[in-house]
Each structure stands twice: as C-alpha cells, then as structure tokens.
C-alpha cells in the first residue's frame, strides 16, 4: 500500500534498531540503563524495550484475516514467513487513523513461532533511559497495556507491555 | 521502591526473552521427539530382557547368552543415539553398560548380583535422564549421579574372575581352537564346567545358498543347545560347495543329535574331553603356544599347517564366519554404514527451497508468455518459454524426490501399536487379536509422527470399549476372542487408515439420547443416523465416561478430530449395531508442497488444497435449493451441501451476474460444495505456519506466497466440510 520512496524526515531506523538489539544491555556493568524504542501513535510517545525488537520495516500490502479480533490488521510476508500483524491503535482502543508514509511495522521477536509485527504510526529513535525516570502507573483501569512511564525531557513516554498486549483474552 | 524492583524484574524477564530463540527451541524439540521415541523404545527393551535374565538367573541359575547379548546391542544402539544427539551423560552411561555386559558375555565378571544391579541401575537411571531431557538444571544433577554409577561399574569391571580350565585333551583340532574368539573360548569353557556335550558338526553347502542352509542348522541346533562357534572348514569339497565346522554344546551325544538334525549333507562328530588321538597332541602344542601365538601353525603336520592358515582369522575365506556367527549385529552395522540419518529440518529447509524455486519459476513463465506476445521479442519468448519447460520438468523431479526422501512406511506406527495392545493384553486379560494390513504404505514423516497419538487412542477405545467381554460375545452368538484390524491404503492423493473391530457397534440412538442430555442437540432436530453417529465428535460429549460404557466410542474423539485437522484430514465413523465399527482416518500423503485452487470472494482470494477439490461448476442462483436454512444443489441427482465462503469467513461475496462457482469438496465418504465469486487457476504452492499472536485462525490452514500476488490464506477444508453437530452448533 504505502510504497512511497523513503521520505527525508525518515531515517533508517532499521539499523538502528538492529544495531541497538545486537548490542545488548547486559554485561556492561551499568544495569540501571534500559534502552527503549520510542514511536509514536498520534502524536504520543509510545515506547518498547529494544530488545524484543526483531526489525522494523515499511508498511507492505496485508493480507486481510477472517474471524480474528479486529485489532489483528493480517498477515504480511517477511522474507519467507507469513506473520500477523496488530493494530496497536486499535489494540490499546485508540480512534482509528489513515496510515501515513510514516507508518512502520515494528516486527518482535516472539517465543515459540509467535513472531509478530506491531502497525505504529511512527518510529522515532531509540532512548537510553536511567531506572530513576521511571514511574509505575498508579491506576491502570484503561491503560492496562501500559505499566509504567519514563520521563524524557520533562515528557512522559508510556512504554507498553508487550506481553499484556499481545496476551489473547480467554474467548 | 517495591514498583520499581518489580519492573526491574519484568525487564530481566523480557530481557531474555529475545535471546531464546524461538525457532530454535522449537525445532530441537522436534529433534528431541524422535530421540525420545526411538531411545523410549530401546530402554523398554532392556529392561524387558534385563527382568527375563534375572528370571533366568534364579530359575536356571544361567544365562541365555543370546539374551546378554541382545541387551548389549541394545545398550550399544542407546549409546550411538545418544552420541548422535549431543547427549554426553547418557552417552557415557550407556558406554559402561557395555563394558559390564561385554564381560558378562566373556565371563570375565559373574552373573551375579553387583553385575545384575548395576544393570538395573544403570537403565533406570537413563530413564531417569529421559524423562528430565528437557530440564537442564536437572540434567546437572543427574550427572553426579551417573558419575557414581559409573564409578561403581569401573570397580566392578576392573576385577574380572581368572580364566581358568584350558582345552588340553580336547579332540579339537588345534586351528580351530585358536580360531575361536575370546567370546566363543568362554562359551566353551562355560559349557565344558556344565559338563554339556561337545560336538562338531561339519556340514557342506552349495555355495550359492549356504547362507539359508547355515541359518537352518544353527536354528535347528539352538533349539536344543548352542552353536559355540561356526567356522569355514578347509577339507576337500567340489568347486561349487563350501563346508562348515560347527562347535556346539548340548545335552545330546553326538550320535542322538545326529539323529535329530538328520539333515543331508551333514555328519557329527563327538569332541571328546582328553582323548589321546593325534589331534590331542598338537592341541597340547597349540595350548601351550597361546591361543593366538602364530609360531603354533608350523608344529604338526603338512596337512595340519594349511588347515591353520586357511582358518587364520585375517584370512578372507574364514571371515565368512562372522556373518553367521552374529548375523543380527552384523546386519545391524551394515545399515549404519549404508543410511544416512538426516534432520527432518533440513528437509523442511530443502522442500522450502523448492517451494521458493517453485515460485520463481511461475514468474518466468509469466515473462515469457509476456515476450512471446510483443512481435520483437516473440523468439526470444519461445525460447524461454522452451527452456522454462525444462527447468519445469527437473523441478518436477527434484520435488518429488524430496517428498521421496520424507516418506516412511506406516509399519513404524504399527509396531508401536502392536507393543501397546501387547501390554494391554497382558493387563486386562482380554483376548483380543491385533491385525495390521498395507504396512508398506507411505506418509510425510512429520504426519507420521503427528499420526501416533490419534491412531493409538482410536485403537485403544476399540480394545478398551467396544469389543465385549468373551460372556457377552458368547451370549451374541460370535467367537470368544474380538479382533482389530488396521488396514492402510492409498487412494489418490490421500493415505487411509481404518480401523475395524468386530465389538458391539455404536447405537446411534443411544449417542443422539445422551447428546440431547448434554444439551449438544435439541430434542426437535432431526438426525439421520449418519447424522447421529456422528455427534461422537462433538466436543463435550466424548469426554463422559458413561457414552463409552454404553455407546462403545467415543471417549476423546473430538481430539482425534482435531487433530487429524491440523494434518489437514478427516474421520470417519460407521458401525452396525452387534456387529463392530470402523474408523477410518484420511490424510494428505505430504504436507510440503501442494496444488492449490486460487479462489476470490469480495475481492479478496484464497488457496484451496487441490487434493481436496473434486470438481468446480457454475450454478445460476435459481439452482440453489433451501432446506430447513441449509442450501442444496442438485449434483447429478445427488443432494450437495452448500456452503458460502463469504458467509463463513463475513466477507461481502457475490458476482454482478448473481452466478456462483462451486468448488466441490470431498474428504473421505464427505462432499460439500463452496460458493466462490471468482476462480484463479491451480498453482503450487508451500504452506507456511502463520505466526503471531492468534495461534489457531478458525477454517485457516495456513497461507502461502503467489509470486507478485502477495500473501494467500490457505482453507482448511475439513473445517469447512465440518459435519452435522458443528452445523447445528453453527445454526
């Protein structure tokens, strides 16, 4: 669908990400440090801990599902393997919006064949945050997808569970 | 504080979660499977033959020797998996069960009771090792303990009992005795201090065919003594016939087991212990030279030193006795040497390869149907078009030769079930006899492994519920004793398996009674009896103890169904009330690669396993009959049920014209016809697993790629065929 050429604002968050996943965190003595990938969903800070990130690609052409949840968009071809992928607007019940040259699909590493892509309205950078500036969320009624906020110049970033995201409801 | 160590956790969790790969820890459980299987069978094994020698030990106060060594193959087939599987501590284990039994067998330690323990021990602490295969931490541990055990067998080896009692005054010719291997020079003196016979049975052969008359011989002795030792023999025979010596110990005088062999061609000759012939005196050379002392041969005479040469171990004529000594093990190395073990994995990763060359290629006769189209380029697309002929056909081939390669006969799944009724036999004292027809018969290796479980209960529900107790069979006028029979075919592109038994068959309203009690089927609905039969599939009911006590079937079919589903096939149910039942199971021969039917609906297409089509048609919309809401077609007379993909999947379907495709469908003794919008032509295709969060997508087998088409979903015909309860369910 979205097949524009590689606009100038984007960089190429591919490597990036890749480099920042290679990387790791352990070992380097310095725990406190956790390292996020920040995106946006309207024009909110979203983030996720950088390495559960596999890659991040363009929006491609999806195959529409059957009789799945809605917040599951389909199924898209990755380099030989047929992967679904979620809506995370719709997932954590945001307003439905057009997909944008922007648009990115954060693609996760997942235990036992669960590989999954994540539709984000945008990808931003990858942030190297100290534990200090986190702060657990106190009432998580509706936002049970996010646990907890990072502060990041004075802005709160909310960094998703991906695993209460993309746990299945009993039905 | 307390939140933030509790995130701090949370992030260790995740954080480790990436490092897991998960195609790995998948695959290797796959691997893992068939080690499990295979090496859950040797074990088994053992400890049968390890409880038969201790049974023997204390009845006879003796050893079969065939059962130490069967039980040493047994440990040395144990130790070659586990090498094979990276698997160090039972590696190790199993080595030294070998060292143990290799001196039981050469009477190097007795059968006794540290050498019987530490067999028990050591098997069943290699079970113990393969139950916690997965368990790493436990592993750990174990291997303390199997380093004591080890300890323990070292000590035990490392004093072996004096060889004692040397063959002086034997009336053995002395090239026959240093001939003998250390194993068979125990078996000897072993059968000297019982006080057996000796004798030496020479026995002549057409070259062409002695190995049959060999195998009779040593059968017919075996069956009332022991062959220590099988040796080509020297002495003088025609061009076209070869002569053995054999040595063996009964409890028969020479001249009694002549009489009892009584086979042509073949004359015994009593050994005697200390009698002073002439071959007693260089037997006390030979003795004296060390059994294996080459400087022997040259003392005696003429004759004496050729015979010694022509018995040399080394000597090509004289290894002919290994074969016949030990042909199981021999046999059992040999198909090392010529079969190569291969990871089902990397044939995955080659049948993908061929699916992805399969792809390639669809795109190159796309471009040359495109040349041969433009005046200018239109040799050039001949051309191509020529050469894409070729490629097609080598790919052809090469496919089929990898589907070739994943074939495995279904006689694996037949023993196993075999030792299962065994057992059963065995524990519930029921009289039943377990038939097998069409053994040969050949599946994907990954559907015969996924084949076990679904096979093993059908069979089980047969044995344990619907044949009758002898009394009831006696009452209903049939033999005491029931049979089952497991009969596999081929038909098309389909294996099918059925299950017959001669019990008391299934009431099909017994089954729709008790479904009506489960609230499964209201008391208004109105069942065929197929119909009714077939609610033993229905999810909840199976599961009741009571349905198979009355209906004979039943317990956990909807599993069996389930489970034939994600193999992409289907089961059956028919039964004659008194008479018996017969479940037959369908599967697809491979799952690798398939044909597929490309269909639409709304715009939006789908793949359709080829096998599974029998024929598509064009139907005007006044063809299509309504029955209590379900819509029919007149099919040749027949009444096919209709099904609308885009009903199924709520997709906006229908064509302008108000026409529709069939695609009928048919699995087994079922038939449906789909309504599509649109049909796209046939295509070949790999079926891919869809990852992601929903695990099992409802009707969806799976998707596949169409070269520039993107991503299709592939249908899951049994869902869609379905059957009656799932109807209802639907309604």
Redesign the interface.
């Known amino acids: 669908m979205s097949t524009a050429s590689r606009s100038t604002e984007t960089r190429d968050w591919e490597a990036i990400a890749r480099g920042a996943a290679l990387s790791g965190t352990e070992g380097e003595g310095v725990e406190s440090i956790r390292e996020l990938l920040s995106f946006r969903l309207d024009d909110s800070p979203y983030a996720i801990p950088v390495e559960r990130v596999r890659e991040i690609v363009r929006l491609r052409e999806v195959t529409h599902v059957p009789k799945v949840p809605d917040w599951v968009l389909g199924v898209v071809a990755l380099r030989g393997e047929v992967v679904q992928v979620v809506d995370l607007r719709m997932r954590l019940g945001l307003p439905a919006r057009e997909r944008s040259r922007r648009s990115r699909i954060i693609v996760l590493h997942g235990d036992d064949d669960r590989i999954t892509g994540v539709l984000v309205d945008a990808v931003d950078q990858v942030l190297r945050v100290s534990e200090e500036a986190f702060r657990a969320v106190s009432s998580a009624a509706d936002l049970a997808a996010v646990t907890e906020l990072c502060l990041q110049d004075g802005d709160f970033v909310s960094v998703v569970d991906l695993d209460r995201v993309l746990e299945l409801r009993a039905d | 504080m307390a939140?933030?160590r509790k995130?701090?956790n949370?992030?260790d969790a995740?954080?480790k979660?990436?490092a897991?790969?998960?195609?790995k820890?998948?695959t290797s459980e796959k691997a893992n499977r068939e080690f499990v299987s295979e090496a859950e069978e040797i074990l088994e094994r053992m400890s049968e033959d390890l409880a038969d020698l201790a049974d023997q030990r204390q009845t006879r106060n003796e050893v079969d020797p065939d059962l130490v060594n069967r039980i040493f193959r047994s440990a040395h087939s144990l130790k070659g998996l586990a090498g094979m599987f990276g698997l160090d501590g039972m590696g190790e284990l199993a080595h030294h069960l070998e060292d143990i039994l290799d001196g039981l067998r050469l009477g190097r330690i007795p059968i006794g009771s540290p050498a019987v323990d530490l067999l028990d021990d050591a098997v069943a602490l290699l079970g113990v090792l393969m139950g916690d295969l997965d368990d790493a931490d436990a592993q750990e541990k174990h291997l303390v303990e199997v380093s004591g055990l080890i300890g323990r067998i070292d000590a035990a080896v490392a004093t072996p009992i004096p060889q004692s009692g040397e063959f002086d005054g034997l009336s053995l010719d002395p090239a026959l005795l240093r001939a003998l291997t250390e194993y068979e020079e125990h078996r000897l003196r072993e059968s000297i201090r019982r006080g057996r016979e000796l004798s030496l049975v020479d026995s002549t052969f057409e070259i062409i065919a002695f190995e049959e008359g060999l195998s009779e011989i040593s059968s017919a002795i075996r069956e009332i003594g022991e062959v220590i030792s099988t040796l080509p023999s020297p002495g003088a025979a025609p061009e076209s016939q070869i002569r053995f010596s054999l040595l063996v110990a009964t409890d028969l005088p020479a001249g009694r087991l002549a009489e009892r062999l009584d086979l042509s061609g073949v004359s015994v000759r009593e050994v005697l212990p200390g009698t002073a012939t002439e071959a007693v005196a260089v037997a006390n050379v030979a003795s004296a030279g060390g059994p294996t002392a080459p400087v022997a041969a040259p003392i005696g005479d003429v004759r004496n030193s050729q015979d010694a040469k022509s018995i040399d171990p080394s000597d090509p004529i004289s290894a002919v006795e290994a074969p016949v000594a030990e042909p199981s093990e021999i046999e059992s190395l040999r198909s090392i040497s010529d079969t190569v073990r291969v990871d089902i994995r990397k044939l995955d990763e080659l049948m993908?390869l061929v699916g992805?060359l399969v792809i390639a290629r669809n795109a190159i006769a796309g471009i040359a149907s495109r040349l041969a189209l433009e005046p200018d380029t239109a040799k050039i697309g001949t051309e191509l078009t020529k050469t894409h002929r070729l490629l097609d056909r080598k790919l052809k081939e090469l496919q089929a030769g990898v589907l070739d390669v994943r074939m495995v006969p279904l006689r694996q799944i037949f023993e196993k079930l075999s030792r299962v009724v065994r057992r059963l036999r065995r524990d519930h004292d029921k009289d039943i006899v377990l038939d097998f027809k069409g053994s040969d018969t050949e599946l994907d290796k990954l559907i015969v492994e996924q084949l076990v479980d679904p096979l093993m209960h059908v069979v089980r529900n047969a044995f344990d519920h619907a044949i009758e107790s002898a009394e009831e069979r006696e009452a209903a006028g049939k033999a005491p004793g029931g049979s089952i029979l497991v009969q596999a075919f081929q038909r098309g592109n389909h294996v099918v398996i059925e299950v017959v038994d001669d019990g008391r068959g299934i009431d099909p309203d017994r089954v729709r009674a008790i479904a009506e009690t489960q609230g499964i089927v209201s008391p208004d609905d109105i069942l065929t009896d197929k119909e009714k039969l077939d609610l033993i599939f229905a999810p909840g009911l199976s599961t009741r103890g009571e349905v198979s006590e009355t209906s004979g079937r039943g317990v956990g079919m909807d599993v069996v169904r389930s489970n034939l589903a994600a193999l992409g096939g289907v089961v059956d149910v028919s039964s004659v009330l008194g008479r018996g039942t017969t479940v037959t199971l369908t599967l697809p021969i491979t799952l690798a690669i398939i044909q597929a039917l490309i269909v639409s609906v709304g715009g939006?297409r789908f793949a359709i396993p080829l096998n599974a089509v029998l024929e598509t048609l064009l139907c005007e919309p006044k063809e299509i009959q309504r029955s209590e809401g379900r819509e029919i077609l007149n099919l040749r007379g027949e009444a096919l049920d209709l099904r609308r993909l885009s009903r199924?999947?709520?997709?906006k379907g229908g064509r302008q014209d108000g026409k529709q495709y069939v695609v009928v469908l048919g699995m087994g003794d079922q038939r449906v016809g789909l309504l599509v919008d649109e049909l796209h032509g046939q295509q070949d295709t790999v079926i891919?697993?869809?990852?992601?969060?929903?695990?099992h997508?409802?009707?969806?087998a799976?998707?596949t790629?169409l070269g520039d088409q993107?991503?299709?979903?592939v249908i899951d015909v049994s869902f869609v065929i379905g059957d009656a309860a799932r109807r209802k369910e639907a309604a």
């Open positions: 939140a933030r995130n701090a949370a992030r995740s954080a979660k990436p897991r790969r998960p195609s820890s998948s993908t992805e939006e199924e999947f709520g997709l891919k697993p869809i990852k992601g969060p929903i695990r997508i409802p009707g969806i799976g998707a790629e993107g991503v299709v979903l």
